[in-house]
């Protein structure tokens, strides 16, 4: 069953209510306090990432709640970058995701859909956003104006594509940060890299399992960085499936970072 945006005159009460004290942990968030985002059991989501051709004005997700009870959930769009190893999420105007709220009932789903605002553009690069999907409490209505908790928050990559023949490029190192050695990752390309299933390699070939299944991302003209074992500095090779495309990748020394 798909639900229609929120109109009943029934629950209108409510969700003016949710909207008013919404605010405040929307403020939260643009802050920047992303670093605990998670996929709880009680929200599916699909598909778990959005990539839109320079053709394509718009995209579905499906949005099903498989909680017992009905919920509460918020949808916001976020410009994605990365910064000196660091996840950075910022209001932006490009896309847009309707409906911005959404009342589903148990078992129920509900389609939202990420837009263009600015029409499709040809760019160089590409795109890269978070659609964070936050689930808010029922007792909210309740809590006053210092509300700021909710139940649970997923994170949805979205892409807007660049070019046909976008890819990443990346170079990859060893450096120390804080006094840990850490992977270095600088991707030179003009698309993300998405990361799964990481091992490393000695001189000999000899691969160690590191990372099982999904290691994380790098966008285009960032570099970002993942905290390794002691025993990893001896490693000379990092294998690792880029974008679904196993890749080995020779790993250089770099000069200490803070």
């Known amino acids: ?22 605010l405040l942990w929307t403020m939260a968030l643009s802050l920047g306090l992303f670093s605990a985002l998670t996929q709880a059991g009680s929200l599916s989501v699909s598909p778990v990432l959005l990539s839109m051709t320079q053709a394509q004005n718009n995209r579905t997700i499906t949005l099903r709640n498989t909680a017992a009870t009905e919920g509460y959930y918020q949808l916001q769009l976020f410009a994605w970058s990365q910064e000196d190893g660091e996840t950075r999420l910022v209001p932006q105007e490009s896309l847009i995701v309707t409906p911005p709220l959404a009342l589903i009932a148990p078992g129920a789903s509900q389609l939202a859909r990420v837009v263009r605002a600015d029409g499709n553009t040809a760019t160089d690069t590409e795109g890269s956003y978070r659609l964070i999907i936050s689930e808010i409490p029922h007792d909210l209505l309740e809590q006053g104006d210092a509300a700021v908790n909710v139940l649970l928050r997923v994170s949805v990559p979205v892409f807007t594509q660049g070019p046909a023949d976008a890819a990443p490029r990346l170079q990859a190192s060893v450096t120390t940060r804080e006094g840990n050695p850490h992977l270095r990752l600088e991707n030179h390309g003009n698309s993300h890299a998405r990361l799964t299933d990481a091992s490393l390699a000695d001189s000999q070939g000899q691969l160690t399992p590191w990372r099982a299944g999904l290691m994380g991302y790098v966008l285009p003209g960032s570099v970002f960085y993942w905290p390794l074992p002691d025993t990893a500095t001896t490693a000379t090779q990092l294998s690792v499936s880029i974008n679904g495309t196993a890749t080995m990748l020779a790993l250089t020394p770099s000069e200490q970072t803070p």
């Not at 798909?2 to 909207?19: E, G, K, N, Y």
């Open 1 to 22: 069953m798909f639900l229609t945006p929120l109109t009943s005159t029934s629950i209108s009460q409510s969700l003016a209510r949710v909207l008013q004290l919404v």
